[in-house]
C-alpha cells in the first residue's frame, strides 16, 4: 500500500496487528502504536506460498469459468442429498438449487449425532460437527472416491441406528 503524507495524517487504521507497528519482534502481552507510514495497515506478514495458492486458483477459475465450478458443485450437493435420503439421514440446508451453495447440513436425531460423526470419521470423511448438525462441505474438486466413501460411512450409520 502506498499513501501520500496527506493521506498518513487522516487515516487511522481500525484494524492493525503486529506486523503494522515499528518492532522487530512480535509482542506477546503489549499492544504496541501502530508504525508512523503505510505499513500501520498491515494485518500481518505477507504469506508467498498462500500468495501463490490463491495465484494459481485464480487462474484455474479463469481457465473453467464460474459457471462450471457452480454447475459441478450443484450436482455434488444433489447427489450428498440423495445419499443422505437413501439412508434416510434428515437434511436440513435447503434442497432447492437457487437457495444452497456447497454445504449440506445434515440433522440426525440427537442421540445419533455422535454415531454419525463416528461413522463418517471412521470412513475418512471430514465433516464439521456443530450445534447438532453434520455440515458435509463439496467442491469443484470432490471424487467418486469421496462419494464411495461418503455412501460407505452412512450405510454403516444406518445399519447402527436399525440395530
Do not use: Y
Request: net charge negative; no cysteine; glycine share 4%.
Amino acid at each position: 500500500m502506498a499513501l501520500s503524507e496527506r493521506a498518513l495524517e487522516h487515516l487511522t487504521p481500525v484494524w492493525s496487528g503486529f506486523a503494522g507497528d515499528d518492532g522487530a519482534t512480535m509482542p506477546m502481552d503489549e499492544v504496541r502504536e501502530p508504525a508512523a507510514d503505510a505499513s500501520k495497515f498491515l494485518l500481518t506478514n505477507p504469506d508467498p506460498i498462500a500468495q501463490a495458492r490463491l495465484s494459481a486458483a485464480l487462474e484455474e477459475i479463469a481457465e473453467v469459468g464460474v459457471g462450471s465450478i457452480n454447475a459441478r458443485i450443484a450436482t455434488h450437493v444433489s447427489r450428498i442429498i440423495e445419499l443422505a435420503d437413501e439412508f434416510a439421514v434428515p437434511v436440513s440446508s435447503p434442497r432447492t438449487e437457487s437457495e444452497r451453495a456447497g454445504i449440506v447440513v445434515l440433522q440426525p436425531a440427537e442421540d445419533q449425532l455422535t454415531a454419525l460423526a463416528a461413522s463418517l470419521h471412521n470412513h475418512g470423511v471430514s465433516v464439521t460437527v456443530r450445534a447438532g448438525t453434520v455440515r458435509v462441505s463439496t467442491h469443484a474438486s470432490t471424487d467418486e472416491e469421496t462419494f464411495s466413501m461418503l455412501r460407505s460411512a452412512l450405510q454403516s450409520f444406518a445399519t447402527l441406528t436399525t440395530v
